[in-house]
């Protein structure tokens, strides 16, 4: 048996000493690390939501008996270009407007940065949205309501409804094309045109008084055809069912020279705190007026939002 000499053990024992007193020292730093962590404030995630309409995007011929006498299809170089516009739109979520479903949209959002979500309506003027990959979304059943004319020869749009799931967060969204042909005249008493958007209005109404109902945050986005201000019916009506942010009010849009918004996005229930100041924008298309017909007589509208995790 070898025994230490008694005069190591001294240095033993503060051996022992000094290493207790580094691992207590590494104990009450971690507590400190982790208190400071519960105390920082919860992170948020950017997200960017914008409405476009892209006026008779369909892979179709000219002169197809679905499309109406006039309708010049996009050509391949007209998809490739309006591609370009929306890479550089680099949106998380577009809610869409007259695209003849995934096919033509996906020449656009290509399938690698986005997946694509589309009402089930047998009509070339579909609503859908283009979402980036790596967002979760779950897509509801369309909201046949709004097809008031269901049945007719030129019957309308159905509503795309889709839940994003977002590090915590929930965000439900409704992608709209509204009746065209009553812009500012009063719903009731001004022809069939105001009389079907009238119509429409209960299917809006009720589909918001849900989402109140479950307290979830959510938009409605879309082209309303209808420019609205504070005392246009329609959004008074919306705004009677629960309290909204509309992000284009008080505003003009500049697209093809400017005018009066009829392209919209809603902020409902939480997500009404949720955007971003300041940070509506309108992309607007750099070839002059001959290229309307080319692109689209409607510019994407966007807003960024701040979701809580």
């Not at 960017?48 to 197809?64: F, Q, S, V």
């Amino acid at each position: 048996m070898t025994f230490l000499p008694l005069r190591s053990l001294p240095f033993l024992w503060l051996l022992f000493l000094w290493l207790l007193f580094l691992w207590l020292l590494f104990l009450w730093l971690l507590f400190l690390w982790l208190l400071l962590l519960a105390s920082v404030p919860v992170a948020a995630r950017d997200l960017k939501i914008a409405t476009w309409n892209m006026e008779w995007l369909t892979l179709r011929p000219a002169g197809d008996p679905e499309l109406p006498e006039g309708v010049i299809p996009k050509h391949a170089e007209d998809r490739a270009l309006l591609q370009r516009y929306a890479l550089a739109l680099n949106a998380d979520i577009v809610a869409l407007e007259e695209v003849d479903g995934p096919g033509p949209a996906a020449e656009i959002f290509p399938p690698d940065r986005y997946r694509l979500f589309f009402t089930q309506d047998n009509v070339v003027q579909r609503v859908g949205f283009a979402v980036k990959r790596g967002l979760t979304i779950i897509q509801n059943p369309d909201l046949v309501s709004l097809d008031v004319l269901r049945g007719a020869r030129h019957s309308l749009r159905s509503g795309a409804d889709i839940t994003l799931k977002l590090d915590g967060s929930i965000l439900r969204l409704l992608g709209v094309h509204l009746k065209s042909g009553c812009q500012q005249a009063p719903l009731s008493g001004s022809g069939r045109t105001c009389d079907t958007l009238h119509r429409q209005l209960p299917a809006l109404q009720g589909w918001i008084a849900q989402r109140r109902e479950e307290g979830v945050p959510f938009v409605v986005l879309g082209d309303f055809n209808r420019r609205m201000d504070a005392h246009d019916e329609l959004e008074t009506a919306l705004a009677q069912t629960a309290p909204l942010l509309r992000v284009t009010e008080g505003q003009a849009t500049p697209c093809w020279g400017g005018n009066a918004f009829i392209d919209h996005i809603f902020l409902g229930g939480a997500a009404r705190g949720w955007m971003a100041p300041q940070s509506m924008r309108v992309m607007i298309y750099r070839e002059g007026p001959e290229a309307k017909e080319r692109l689209s007589d409607h510019c994407p509208v966007s807003v960024r939002l701040t979701l809580p995790e």
